[in-house]
């Protein structure tokens, strides 16, 4: 079953913008990443944001949490035509039976 | 430093063949990770390695399995393939539990 759910599922910006995209969860979590994936490859890690932080920075990406709302914000500031690809938000709950679930994904086209 | 790598990078059977696919984990890792992707459905975890030892595992039927050697590479089997089993099959390795280095898949394809 899928823990993260992200929204949109379809983001189409101009080169410049900014991107804004949203990861709503289910159950009380860890850990929460972020990852991209360029079409059918491998998936690339953005950010980890745990659950006692409330946000974290890194180049032109900020990520939010809310553990109260269960929801993520992933920002990408000035966005360029190589960000587009496919975002994922992912959560673990920490444990022995540590798993790691992943979101549907975003995927955002950034227009030139 | 090379990364995760996974072969083959294709591969195509037909129904009710076997598929074995192969990773090989960053230098020093000792966890391996394995998600199905398939089209439309996210990932979907499948199996969790450490040190040897299957430590947890996705909601798939028994014919998927898969083991850890002792060099960390892992195997993937997938056993009397159905047509739902195309999809690009991911591994991912990790020195700890959080951050993920994934490969750049396998994909499957069953006629």
């Known amino acids: 079953s899928q823990q993260g759910e992200e929204d949109p599922q379809a983001l189409s910006i101009q080169e410049g913008e900014n991107a804004t995209m949203n990861c709503s969860y289910k159950?009380?979590?860890?850990?929460l990443q972020w990852y991209r994936q360029n079409s059918g490859r491998g998936l690339v890690h953005l950010i980890l944001?745990?659950?006692?932080?409330r946000e974290k920075h890194s180049g032109r990406l900020r990520v939010t949490l809310d553990t109260s709302k269960k929801s993520s914000s992933l920002l990408i500031t000035a966005s360029r035509a190589a960000d587009t690809a496919s975002y994922f938000c992912?959560?673990?709950?920490?444990?022995?039976?540590?798993?790691?679930?992943f979101g549907k994904g975003t995927l955002l086209t950034v227009n030139p | 430093e090379a990364g995760v790598t996974q072969s083959p990078t294709h591969l195509i059977k037909t129904r009710g063949q076997q598929a074995t696919l192969r990773c090989s984990p960053i230098?020093?890792?000792?966890?391996v990770y394995w998600y199905q992707q398939a089209l439309g459905l996210g990932l979907q975890f499948l199996l969790w390695?450490?040190?040897?030892?299957?430590?947890n595992r996705g909601n798939f039927p028994p014919r998927f399995s898969g083991r850890q050697f002792p060099n960390y590479s892992s195997e993937l089997n997938v056993n009397a393939l159905e047509l739902e089993d195309s999809a690009l099959y991911l591994c991912?390795?990790?020195?700890?539990?959080?951050?993920?280095?994934f490969g750049e898949g396998s994909r499957l394809t069953v006629l």
């Open positions: 991912a390795s990790s020195l700890f539990t959080g951050e993920l280095f």
């Open positions: 159950t009380s979590i860890n850990n």
């Open positions: 944001i745990r659950s006692n932080e």
């Open positions: 992912a959560t673990d709950r920490g444990g022995s039976n540590y798993k790691l679930t």
């Open positions: 230098s020093g890792h000792t966890s």
């Open positions: 390695y450490d040190e040897g030892e299957e430590r």
